[in-house]
């Protein structure tokens, strides 16, 4: 159950930095929440990766690392292209507030629901 909450707390984490983003005028505070997002994300997705790896059976795992990687890069393509337009339409610094409040609300969720999930066992 922690690999889950690691992940759901990465959106947050993530987040909170697309938010800080979008609010901040300083290009020193922008490239600290640069620094804690590399670090963020490469643990989030190791620990992601890890948790694939225990569920899907092992005649499966290749096939299932191949769709998410499918699934993964055709998101951020679509994601470019919606993000462009909105960028167009509200400008990047409410972009950016915006997908922060998204991903914080995200990981709020899954860990709202991981505890959940962990009380009804």
Known sequence: MP??????????IRGLRDAGLGL????????????????NTSSGMVTYQTMVQREVPAEVRGRAFALLD?????????????????AAIIGIRWLFVLGGALLILSGILGLVSLASMHRRR
């Open 3 to 12: 690999s889950y909450r690691v992940v759901s707390g990465a959106y947050v």
């Open 24 to 39: 901040l005028n300083t290009g020193i505070g922008a490239g600290l929440l640069l620094g804690v997002y590399g670090i």
């Open 70 to 86: 499918l699934v993964w890069q055709s998101g951020r393509l679509a994601s470019i292209a919606i993000g462009a337009g909105l």
